[in-house]
């Protein structure tokens, strides 16, 4: 069976639960529905995009983020928002929908100032030390824009008016690239041989979709 395109929610939610990943992407015989967080979270991207791009006030309960978007009101550079980045197998800039994608992401808003890019992504959950989301959004944009010497990348938590950055520079490349190609490659195998064991964890009870009847570690009857 051949893997289809990647992309940084994909590989995690395989590495989470293979079981869950094939019942929910493969065999997709289980729908995973959005819980109240993540259609939160949406809502969240569109009206920040919105609030960008024309200038849209924010709605109720958004407001007392205006102090952070504002900041690229006046930007040093091209501001872009949702903009996708999608690479073949090479590494080489391809549609999102191409037949030889191999890996692709959405990065939320950044400023292209040339040689140096700003790339950020907003998040409405609890503080995470993880940085490997930021890295690939740094190496997508590399490869897709050859001028591009240096990425200065950060997630915006919002709940907490909280900024951690990380930066990336063309030289990082290859160490970027090596770390995912060893990540994807699991992903690969257990597409080649169609094998998905579960990996039980605290998740299974109550965040996980698959049923008692699709999983023996599963608590959904």
Request: aromatic share 12%; net charge positive.
């Amino acid at each position: 069976m051949k893997m289809p395109t990647w992309s940084f929610s994909s590989l995690t939610k395989y590495e989470t639960c293979p079981r869950q990943y094939q019942l929910v992407r493969v065999n997709k015989s289980v729908k995973d529905t959005q819980g109240e967080a993540a259609l939160w979270g949406d809502k969240v991207h569109k009206a920040l995009e919105q609030r960008v791009l024309k200038k849209t006030p924010l709605p109720e309960g958004m407001q007392q983020w205006e102090r952070i978007v504002c900041k690229f009101d006046r930007p040093k550079g091209r501001v872009f928002t949702e903009t996708q980045f999608a690479l073949t197998r090479n590494l080489k800039p391809c549609s999102w929908f191409a037949k030889d994608g191999w890996v692709r992401g959405i990065v939320d808003i950044g400023v292209d100032a040339g040689r140096v890019v700003a790339a950020f992504d907003w998040k409405t959950g609890k503080v995470k030390q993880e940085s490997s989301q930021l890295e690939l959004f740094a190496a997508l944009i590399m490869q897709s824009k050859p001028y591009v010497e240096e990425v200065r990348t950060g997630y915006i938590w919002l709940n907490c008016n909280k900024l951690t950055r990380h930066t990336f520079k063309r030289e990082d490349l290859p160490t970027i690239w090596d770390g995912f190609n060893s990540r994807v490659y699991r992903l690969e195998q257990a597409y080649d041989s169609d094998t998905w064991l579960p990996k039980p964890s605290g998740l299974c009870g109550k965040w996980c979709p698959v049923p008692h009847s699709l999983c023996e570690f599963s608590g959904r009857t």
